[in-house]
C-alpha cells in the first residue's frame, strides 16, 4: 500500500518554503534547534487544537505512521527536542509571531498581486475574543480579589458595540481589501487595549506597495495619519459624528463612502471566516497572554498557509478554507 502524505504533513512541509525574519542578535551559546522546527510544532498544535504542550508532546508519541512522519519533521540532524525545549521555545515564539505574520504576509501578497485588479488598500480593525473561563468583575479586581480559579487575570474588559460587555483578549489585525482576504500583521493583546494604540506595531509591517489603509473612528489619531504618511500610505477612517454630524456634505464623501463600504466587507467578512474556521466565537482554550497570544497568533499563520498552499496547488483561496483545514 502506498501511503499518501496527510494535509497537515503538507502544510508543515510549507513552513520550509516561507521566508522568515532575520535572527535577532542574542547572548549565549548558539541554538541547536531552529526556529523552523518549532513553527512546524505550532501548525501541529492549531490544526489538531492542541492548546497545551503537553498534549502536543502525548499526541506526538503515538505510533502512528503520521506520527512518525511527523516526528521526522521536527528532528534536526537526528535530535528530537527534549520536553523542556519544546516547553522553553515555544514560550518565547510568541515573541516573534507579529514579526512572521508581516514578513509571510508580504510574501504572499508578491506572489498572490491580490491589488492587481483594485486599488492597493487594506482594513484594520480588532476583534474580541472571550477569554476562558470566568469573568473578573471590576469590584473583585480593583481589591484583588479572585474569587474563582477559573478567572485569566491576564485579561480584562472592553465593551463591544455588537456583543457588549466582554471579558477576554483583542486580535488587532490587519488584512487585504481585495478579492483575497490576505492577513498582513497581527497582535494580540487584553481586550481593554485602545486599538489606536496598538495600530504603529501593525503598521510597521505592512507591504511597501500598500496605499490606503481603512479603519473605524478608532484609529483617527493624528499621530497614526502622520506614521502612514511617512510609508507612503493614506489613512482613511470614518469621522466622528459629534464633530461631524451626519449627513456629510463635504468634498470626498461619496468617494469615502465606497472606502467604508470597502473596509467593511473585507475586514469584518474575514474576521467571520477566521473564526468560524477556528471556533473564535467561543471561548479561547487557553489562560494567560502567551499560551493565548501563541494559539491565536499560530492560527494566523496556518491561515496564511492555508493560502500559500492554495495558491500553489491552483485552489479557491476564498472557498473551502474552513473545509480543508478541518480534513487535515
Known amino acids: 500500500m502506498v501511503h499518501e502524505r496527510s494535509i497537515l504533513v503538507t502544510l508543515i512541509a510549507l513552513v520550509d518554503l516561507i521566508p522568515m525574519p532575520a535572527p535577532s542578535r542574542r547572548r549565549g551559546r548558539p541554538r541547536v534547534y531552529p526556529d523552523r522546527l518549532f513553527l512546524r510544532a505550532l501548525v501541529i498544535m492549531i490544526v489538531r487544537r492542541l492548546a497545551k504542550v503537553h498534549t502536543l508532546l502525548a499526541v506526538l508519541d503515538q505510533p502512528t505512521d503520521e506520527m512518525c512522519e511527523l516526528r521526522a519533521l521536527l528532528t534536526e540532524n537526528g535530535r528530537y527536542p527534549s520536553r523542556r525545549t519544546f516547553e522553553r521555545r515555544l514560550k518565547t515564539i510568541p515573541e516573534t509571531l507579529p514579526v512572521q505574520i508581516g514578513c509571510l504576509g508580504r510574501y504572499l501578497v508578491a506572489l498572490i498581486l491580490p491589488w492587481q485588479d483594485c486599488a492597493r488598500a487594506a482594513a484594520i480593525d480588532s476583534t474580541v475574543l472571550p477569554a476562558c473561563g470566568g469573568v473578573w468583575h471590576k469590584k473583585d479586581r480593583q481589591v484583588g480579589k479572585v474569587p474563582h480559579t477559573s478567572i485569566d487575570t491576564e485579561a480584562h474588559w472592553t465593551k463591544s458595540g455588537w456583543h457588549g460587555w466582554v471579558y477576554g483578549w483583542k486580535l488587532h489585525l490587519v488584512a487585504s481589501a481585495a478579492a483575497v482576504w490576505i492577513p498582513l500583521a497581527a497582535l494580540l493583546t487584553p481586550a481593554n487595549a485602545a486599538d ?78 477566521f473564526k468560524g474556521i477556528f471556533d473564535g466565537h467561543a471561548s479561547v482554550p487557553t489562560r494567560g497572554l502567551c499560551a493565548t497570544c501563541r494559539f491565536v497568533l499560530a492560527a494566523i499563520l496556518v491561515y496564511q498557509l492555508t493560502l500559500l498552499y492554495q495558491y500553489l496547488t491552483d485552489g479557491d483561496l476564498r472557498v473551502g478554507l474552513k473545509a480543508f483545514i478541518k480534513a487535515a
Do not use: M, W
Open 196 to 273: 489606536n494604540e496598538e495600530a504603529p506595531a501593525l503598521i510597521r509591517e505592512l507591504p511597501a506597495e500598500l496605499r490606503f489603509l481603512l479603519g473605524d473612528v478608532h484609529y483617527l489619531d493624528s499621530a497614526l495619519e502622520t506614521l502612514c504618511e511617512g510609508r507612503g500610505i493614506i489613512l482613511v477612517t470614518t469621522r466622528n459624528t459629534k464633530s461631524h454630524p451626519y449627513p456629510h456634505t463635504d468634498p470626498g464623501v461619496e468617494v469615502r463612502r465606497i472606502l467604508h463600504k470597502t473596509r467593511s466587507l473585507a475586514i469584518e467578512n474575514f474576521n467571520e471566516q
